[in-house]
C-alpha cells in the first residue's frame, strides 16, 4: 500500500513539520549535546507511563507463529532450512557466495591506515576456492556452538573505507549465535571457513563456530521443549573449567536455549539449583556435533517463553540495550541499528530480516512505502500516526519509535553518527556510537537533508487501525 494514499494536505504536513522544529532548537540541548533529552527520558518507566492500552497484546502467540511461518514462505531474503533439497548444485551454491559479496572496488584501509594493497585482496578473493565447487554435493547440516561473526570473503583482516573510522569493518557482515542450525555449503581453500547458510543470511564463518550433524539432530534442536528465552540484553553461561566449550558463553535477547533432561544434582561440577541446566551445542575435535549441559543462573533474564508483543514489553526490552556500543554487522559482541530491533522483537517470539533493507521491504509486513525525494510531505504527516513499537527505515538505518513529547516523535535506536544544528546554523555531529533516545525530527544527514526527508519504509507490527 503506497504511504500517499493516507496523506494529508501537503501545506498542512510540512506545517507541521516546522512546528516540531523549536521543540528541538539549540537552546533547548542539554550538556550531553543531544537535543531535548532529559534525564527522565532515559528509563523506560518514563515511556511506559505515557503509553495507551501499555500491556494489551498486539498479536497472540498463534498468530505471531503464523505471520512467522508466512515470512519464511515468501520473504527472499530468509532460507527455509527444512525446504532445501538433499543435493545441493553448484549453481545454487555459486549463487549464495557471489550475491553476498564482489571484489570491492573502492580502497580500502586497515586499522593502521594502510591502504589494502591488490595482491592482499588477489589472496582473499582466491580464497573463496570456487572452481572447487561440486557439480552437485549432499546437503550439510550443523549448528553454530558460539557467537561467530559473518563475513563478507573467508578472512578476518578488518578493512575500512577511510583512515581512522575503524568501526565499521566492511567485511563485517553479521554474527551467528549458539543453537543457530545451518547449512554447510562450501568450505576455503585454507580449510579455515565455512560458506553457511542460515535461516536469515549466507555468509562465510569460521569453521570452528561450526559442528557437523544430522538433519534431524541440527533442525531438531530449535523444537526441543522445555526451553528458556533470553530476555535480557545478554546473558552468560555460569564459569566451569569443566568444560569450557560452554563456560561464560554469550547468549544474546531472544535466543531459544532447551532444557537439558539430565536431572543431575550437580552439573559441571556445582549444584545445579540456582541454575537452568541448558542443552548447547558443542564442535567434537573431528568437526562433529554433541551436546553437553551448561548452567544459566536463575536470576539473569529469561522467561519460558517469548514475552507477550505488548508496547510495554516492546519499549522495556529496547531500553536494555541502551548505552550498548554501536557494533557494525553485531561487530564488538553487540548489535548495529537492524540487529538491536530485531533481538528485541525477537525476545517477543517475532520474526524479522536481518539487514534494514530487507526489513524494509519484507512484503510480509505491514509497512507505508515512500518513493522519491518529492515525498516529504507525506513523510512528514506519516511521522504524525506512528506509534510506540513502530519502526521506521531510511537507507542503512532503523529507528524504533516509543512515543512523543510536545506532539514530536522520540525514538530509541542503535546509531553510529547522526548530525543536529547548533544555534548559529552549524552542523554538529552527536558521536552517538551507542543504543540512544533521540527525538527524531532534529537528526539530519547534511546541511540539506534530514532523517525525515529520507523515510523509505514504516513498518507496523500490530493489528492495522491500532490506536
Not at 155 to 182: H, K, M, N, W
Not at 442 to 455: E, H, S
Request: one cysteine or more.
Amino acid at each position: 500500500m503506497r504511504a500517499t494514499t493516507h496523506v494529508r494536505p501537503a501545506l498542512f504536513a510540512l506545517l507541521l513539520a516546522f512546528a516540531w522544529l523549536p521543540a528541538a532548537s539549540a537552546a533547548s540541548t542539554p550538556a550531553s549535546g543531544v537535543p531535548v533529552v532529559e534525564r527522565a527520558y532515559l528509563t523506560p518507566g518514563f515511556w511506559v507511563a505515557r503509553l495507551h492500552h501499555p500491556d494489551r497484546v498486539l498479536f497472540e502467540a498463534s498468530e505471531i507463529a503464523r505471520r512467522n511461518a508466512r515470512m519464511v514462505r515468501i520473504d527472499p531474503s530468509l532460507h527455509d532450512l527444512a525446504a532445501l533439497p538433499s543435493q545441493l548444485s553448484r549453481s545454487q551454491v555459486l549463487e549464495w557466495i557471489d550475491a553476498l559479496a564482489k571484489r570491492p572496488k573502492a580502497i580500502l584501509f586497515d586499522v593502521d591506515g594502510q591502504a589494502i594493497q591488490s595482491a592482499v585482496l588477489d589472496r582473499i578473493i582466491d580464497n573463496r576456492d570456487l572452481e572447487a565447487v561440486p557439480q552437485t554435493q549432499p546437503t550439510r547440516y550443523g549448528l553454530v556452538v558460539h557467537r561467530a561473526a559473518l563475513r563478507s570473503f573467508p578472512t578476518d583482516l578488518r578493512v575500512f573505507s577511510s583512515i581512522g573510522d575503524t568501526d565499521i569493518d566492511r567485511f563485517q557482515e553479521s554474527a551467528l549465535f549458539p543453537g543457530t542450525p545451518v547449512v554447510i555449503a562450501h568450505r576455503s581453500r585454507d580449510r579455515h571457513w565455512l560458506f553457511v547458510v542460515s535461516p536469515r543470511y549466507a555468509a562465510w564463518v569460521a569453521e570452528d563456530a561450526i559442528a557437523e550433524g544430522t538433519w534431524p539432530q541440527v533442525l531438531g534442536y530449535a523444537a526441543k521443549v522445555p526451553y528458556r528465552i533470553v530476555t535480557d540484553a545478554t546473558v552468560r553461561t555460569v564459569f566451569t573449567p569443566e568444560a569450557a566449550a560452554v563456560s561464560q558463553l554469550q547468549l544474546d535477547m531472544g535466543m531459544r536455549v532447551p532444557l537439558a533432561s539430565t536431572g543431575a544434582e550437580v552439573v559441571n561440577g556445582q549444584n545445579a539449583y540456582t541454575s537452568w541446566t541448558v542443552e548447547l551445542p558443542t564442535r567434537g575435535n573431528d568437526g562433529t556435533l554433541g551436546f553437553v549441559p551448561a548452567l544459566i543462573l536463575r536470576s539473569a533474564g529469561t522467561a519460558a517463553a517469548p514475552l507477550p508483543l505488548t508496547r510495554a514489553n516492546v519499549v522495556r526490552q529496547a531500553f536494555k540495550f541502551l548505552g550498548e556500543r554501536y557494533g557494525w554487522g553485531h561487530d564488538y559482541g553487540t548489535r548495529d541499528c537492524s540487529g538491536f530491533v530485531s533481538e528485541v522483537y525477537r525476545s517477543m517470539g517475532v520474526l524479522l530480516p536481518r539487514n534494514t533493507g530487507d526489513q524494509a521491504r519484507s512484503p510480509a509486513l505491514d509497512r507505508l512505502h515512500f518513493d522519491g525525494d518529492g515525498a516529504t510531505a507525506a513523510r512528514i504527516a506519516a511521522l504524525e500516526h506512528v506509534q510506540p513499537g513502530d519502526l521506521v527505515y531510511l537507507p542503512g538505518h532503523v529507528m524504533l519509535v516509543i512515543g512523543r513529547i510536545n506532539g514530536a516523535p522520540y525514538v530509541i535506536h542503535d546509531m553510529h553518527d547522526g548530525k543536529v544544528r547548533d544555534r548559529d546554523g552549524t552542523l554538529r555531529s552527536l558521536h552517538l556510537n551507542a543504543v540512544a533516545v533521540t527525538p527524531l525530527m532534529p537528526l539530519r544527514f547534511d546541511d540539506g537533508t534530514r532523517f525525515a526527508d529520507r523515510i523509505t519504509d514504516i513498518v507496523r507490527l500490530r493489528p492495522t487501525g491500532t490506536p
